[in-house]
């Protein structure tokens, strides 16, 4: 599919449906904690998606070879692939799949914070700077909330530093080498040095297995595949043929099924201030990518 300069309905469907997968996955993630230690449930999604992107790679006849330069950056990306998701999915092992959503999708706004100073082409506007405020009063009300159950200061700091470590991601591909690196590379490079440090780590965090039943193995077999691999992938291939924009644009609705999905799926009680700090953070991010109008 050709590049675009604007989106079209095809996008659109995809992107929310994109949306809505990740918000599932959050579910999922949830759920399979229950047979897995979080860290090796991490650890072992990686190590599948090796798997699964080089089988993927050499059907579609992609190169292997990674230029010098981009290893440090590479090597870098795979540092924070693995902090991010060593924090993740302990938070939502602690919390609320709602709650840790509501912080962890919050990466839009660290992200342009780092841009303002650091990419001259990309400073803060007054609705940007809007987007802001809002988003970060959404997550100081999500924080201050006390009251529910399954409430955790280390869950919900967990969040908050995989969210930076997600917005370190995206930064280290834009300032490094390694954005002259196909996608599917780049995804190979993050879970190649993620996969050993989460498997090493992760007796840190208590036993390996916990109660293995069926649907916990179809869960991490759903995140190497659908999530890991695949979905990274297929997030990437809209990124090439769609503004990166007008596609950052939707990531508003991820914290938005996370939450609806938590409520519905996993019956988690969600208090009215953690709904409030969802529209407050949704919202948020709408304005920090919304394009601006022409003059």
Same mark, same amino acid.
């Given at each position: 599919?050709?590049?675009?300069?604007?989106?079209?309905?095809?996008?659109?469907?995809?992107?929310?449906?994109?949306?809505?997968?990740?918000?599932?996955?959050?579910? &999922?993630?949830?759920?399979?904690?229950?047979?897995?230690?979080?860290?090796?449930?991490?650890?072992?999604?990686?190590? =599948?998606? /090796?798997?699964?992107?080089?089988?993927?790679?050499?059907?579609?006849?992609?190169?292997?070879? /990674? !230029?010098?330069?981009?290893?440090?950056?590479?090597?870098?990306?795979?540092?924070?692939?693995?902090?991010?998701?060593?924090?993740?999915?302990?938070?939502?092992?602690?919390?609320?799949?709602?709650?840790?959503? &509501?912080?962890?999708?919050?990466?839009?706004?660290?992200?342009?914070?780092?841009?303002?100073?650091?990419?001259?082409?990309?400073?803060?506007?007054?609705?940007?700077?809007?987007?802001?405020?809002?988003? &970060?009063? =959404?997550?100081?009300?999500?924080?201050?909330?006390?009251?529910?159950?399954?409430?955790?200061?280390?869950?919900?700091?967990?969040?908050?530093?995989?969210?930076?470590?997600?917005?370190?991601?995206?930064?280290?591909?834009?300032?490094?080498?390694?954005?002259?690196?196909? !996608?599917?590379?780049?995804?190979?490079?993050?879970?190649?040095?993620?996969?050993?440090?989460?498997?090493?780590?992760?007796?840190?965090?208590?036993?390996?297995?916990?109660?293995?039943?069926? /649907?916990?193995?179809?869960?991490?077999?759903?995140?190497?595949?659908?999530?890991?691999?695949?979905?990274?992938?297929?997030?990437?291939?809209?990124?090439? /043929?769609? !503004?990166?924009?007008?596609?950052?644009?939707?990531?508003?609705?991820? !914290?938005?099924?996370?939450?609806?999905?938590?409520?519905?799926?996993?019956?988690?009680?969600?208090?009215?201030?953690?709904?409030?700090?969802?529209?407050?953070?949704?919202?948020?991010?709408?304005?920090?990518?919304?394009?601006?109008?022409?003059?």
């Amino acid at each position: 599919m050709n590049r675009k300069d604007h989106m079209d309905l095809f996008g659109a469907v995809a992107l929310v449906a994109f949306a809505l997968h990740l918000a599932f996955n959050q579910v &999922v993630v949830k759920v399979t904690a229950g047979g897995f230690n979080p860290v090796f449930s991490a650890g072992l999604r990686s190590a =599948g998606a /090796i798997v699964v992107l080089l089988i993927w790679m050499k059907l579609r006849g992609v190169s292997l070879r /990674i !230029p010098r330069r981009a290893w440090m950056g590479g090597l870098l990306s795979g540092l924070f692939f693995a902090f991010e998701f060593t924090c993740l999915f302990t938070a939502l092992d602690l919390t609320t799949v709602s709650r840790a959503s &509501v912080i962890f999708y919050t990466m839009p706004v660290w992200l342009a914070i780092l841009a303002h100073f650091l990419f001259p082409g990309e400073r803060l506007t007054r609705t940007k700077v809007l987007g802001l405020i809002l988003a &970060v009063v =959404g997550v100081g009300i999500a924080l201050l909330d006390r009251d529910a159950a399954h409430v955790s200061w280390t869950g919900d700091l967990l969040a908050l530093a995989s969210a930076l470590c997600w917005a370190g991601i995206v930064f280290c591909v834009r300032i490094t080498p390694l954005s002259e690196v196909p !996608p599917a590379q780049q995804l190979l490079f993050q879970v190649v040095v993620s996969a050993p440090i989460l498997l090493l780590i992760a007796p840190l965090f208590g036993p390996l297995i916990r109660q293995i039943e069926p /649907i916990h193995i179809a869960g991490l077999l759903f995140q190497i595949v659908a999530v890991a691999s695949l979905g990274f992938l297929a997030w990437f291939w809209l990124m090439s /043929i769609y !503004p990166a924009s007008s596609v950052a644009s939707f990531s508003f609705l991820s !914290p938005v099924f996370s939450v609806i999905l938590g409520w519905l799926l996993l019956s988690e009680h969600v208090a009215l201030p953690v709904w409030g700090a969802l529209v407050l953070v949704a919202a948020g991010i709408y304005l920090i990518n919304r394009k601006p109008r022409r003059a």
